[in-house]
């Protein structure tokens, strides 16, 4: 609906349900308010200047050439969606340069129409393992969006190819449309993989030279520092010109850590949407104690660090080995919280019911598809638009494993691949929505202040800094997002940390001006992220004069998942989008 149209039915509402002088006048009041905030927005967002900002701005196509012609998209018609999506190009590529190999990746490119994304790209990738890109695509940062239990398709003025050029890439192989044998068994492997795609990608568009931004989420924590720390190896601009790295919710230590030692902390900062009863609260804080759990948060979660942490985590036997009934707390709180609330979403834990329809099928929807729905990317019209291959079936996760066995024999990027990379580029942000269980925010903290970057262990000062989302005019109601103090965050020795409110695991979908200015900042478009500075793309929106005042998001909580069994290198059947 539009705004003008929308204001005008509230204010017709208000008019009905005026009556006496007690009866209906909370809702009226209530009624008049929002239609004069959409007034107001309304009006702001037509006195602003003609900021050229459209999605599918028309221009002359910048990468159309002899090698790409096949791979080119119609963006005027995309199945669903009733707009041109611009110039873009989708389809698979071998993993190697070998003639003879049959493992290709999917991947879908949009040219940026922004003057500034010159010799640039950036590398979008979700995680799973096995969860596919183009779950990023339509939902978080991509130029059209279909979010869960919404009508239809609708432009997406925070789309990060806006800002520069943008690929989105389903990983490994085995995930999404990507074809081929299994043969990865650790991220060394899948950044070798990777590296073997992207020169013939660079190859194929005559994108040498150009700078390379890494992004991702959830098990990309592992993907995005292991591949980056790979390119930055190779020593290569032509191909390899690693220039930044961006990972949010991340996989970068222990399950344990992200998952288990947090959770009852968690709960108790949350505990309005963890109504749990007096005698389930009092077992789950005793449960908590024995393993040592707050303990360790309280003993290691501080700034600076005490020193590394101990090898040997809490709640384990003299083996290494999580004991059962703590690797079991997180599940035993899982399992209360869906008793109460049935619709409750691990990745956003202020859903409530009605659980809501996902286009993508995806999990965290509980693979609720009403009578007659489809998931968009299996469809046989959606797979010819984008040149996917026709006789695979897509999932948004994939129902193989993607590493031999099912077991990434890797060690935490946190240990050397995500410290070499901060090292070499001085240029790495870690974001975290305040609202995912999935992976705790204090766990990635504990993840971060037990590594050691810049001559350093952590954090020496507690990341408790203001963020700032500018206000903005670029949004209409499908597509409404945050701006003022909106989390907290903290920069040292070229890692920057960002907690960011009111966000799940998905940070892209759940707070896209968030992200849009933490990718401004990733580019170097903007300098910091903790001032009212604009938008790059909106620059004469209004914004805060009050004093910013410290930062809002929760930090060191003080009120106190793989096949591969329960060391505490594997998970137990976890997929982290």
């Not at 900021?51 to 002359?60: I, L, W």
């Not at 800002?163 to 192989?173: A, G, H, K, R, Y």
């Not at 286009?359 to 469809?379: H, I, N, Q, T």
């Not at 009050?546 to 930090?555: C, I, Y």
Request: proline share 7%.
């Amino acid at each position: 609906m539009r705004l003008t149209a929308l204001v005008s039915s509230l204010l017709l509402a208000t008019t009905a349900t005026a009556g006496g002088p007690s009866f209906g006048q909370a809702e009226k009041k209530y009624l008049e308010h929002v239609a004069n905030r959409l007034k107001n927005h309304a009006a702001k967002v037509e006195a602003a200047p003609a900021v050229e900002r459209d999605v599918a701005k028309v221009q002359e196509p910048k990468f159309l050439n002899a090698n790409t012609t096949r791979f080119a998209v119609d963006g005027k018609n995309i199945p669903d969606v009733d707009f041109d999506v611009g110039e873009s190009y989708a389809g698979t590529l071998p993993i190697s340069q070998d003639p003879e190999e049959k493992s290709e990746l999917f991947w879908w490119f949009f040219p940026s129409t922004n003057p500034a994304a010159k010799k640039e790209i950036l590398i979008w990738l979700n995680g799973g393992p096995g969860c596919s890109s183009l779950e990023g695509f339509l939902q978080e940062n991509g130029p059209f969006l279909w979010q869960y239990g919404t009508y239809k398709p609708v432009k997406n003025p925070w789309s990060w190819h806006t800002l520069t050029n943008v690929i989105w890439v389903e990983q490994p192989v085995g995930t999404g449309f990507s074809t081929g044998n299994v043969t990865a068994t650790s991220e060394e492997d899948v950044a070798a993989q990777f590296m073997g795609f992207w020169k013939n990608f660079i190859d194929t568009f005559a994108m040498q030279g150009y700078k390379v931004y890494i992004t991702g989420e959830s098990y990309a924590g592992l993907y995005c520092p292991y591949i980056a720390s790979a390119f930055l190896d190779a020593n290569d601009k032509t191909y390899y010109d690693m220039s930044g790295l961006m990972i949010y919710d991340p996989v970068i230590s222990w399950d344990e850590v992200a998952e288990q030692v947090p959770v009852v902390q968690f709960t108790e900062y949350w505990s309005g949407l963890f109504p749990f009863n007096d005698t389930f609260r009092e077992h789950i804080k005793s449960v908590d104690a024995k393993c040592g759990y707050s303990d360790f948060v309280s003993q290691y979660l501080v700034y600076p660090p005490k020193g590394l942490q101990p090898s040997k985590l809490p709640g384990t036997d003299k083996t290494g080995t999580t004991r059962d009934e703590c690797w079991g707390l997180f599940y035993e709180i899982f399992d209360a919280i869906l008793l109460l609330n049935p619709c409750f979403n691990i990745y956003q834990v202020a859903t409530t019911c009605p659980l809501l329809w996902d286009v993508l099928g995806f999990p965290g929807s509980m693979g609720y598809l009403p009578e007659g729905a489809k998931v968009y990317f299996d469809r046989d019209d959606v797979k010819k638009a984008v040149h996917a291959p026709e006789n695979v079936k897509w999932s948004s996760c994939s129902e193989q494993n993607v590493f031999v066995g099912g077991r990434d024999r890797s060690e935490p990027s946190s240990f050397h691949a995500l410290p070499h990379v901060i090292d070499a580029t001085k240029n790495v942000i870690i974001g975290h929505g305040a609202l995912d269980m999935v992976l705790i925010a204090n766990g990635t903290l504990l993840g971060i202040q037990n590594m050691t970057w810049g001559g350093k262990l952590g954090f020496q000062n507690k990341p408790d800094q203001p963020f700032y989302v500018p206000y903005n005019t670029m949004s209409d109601l499908s597509t409404l997002a945050a701006g003022g103090v909106f989390g907290s965050m903290g920069s040292e020795r070229g890692l920057t940390w960002v907690q960011i409110d009111m966000s799940g695991h998905m940070v892209p979908q759940y707070a896209p001006s968030a992200a849009y200015r933490q990718l401004e900042f990733l580019l170097g478009r903007v300098n910091c992220l903790n001032c009212t500075v604009p938008f790059t793309t909106d620059p004469d929106a209004p914004q805060s004069q009050q004093p910013l005042g410290e930062g809002t998001a929760p930090q060191s909580w003080s009120q106190s998942p793989g096949k591969t069994g329960k060391q505490h290198g594997g998970g137990r059947g976890r997929f982290v989008r």
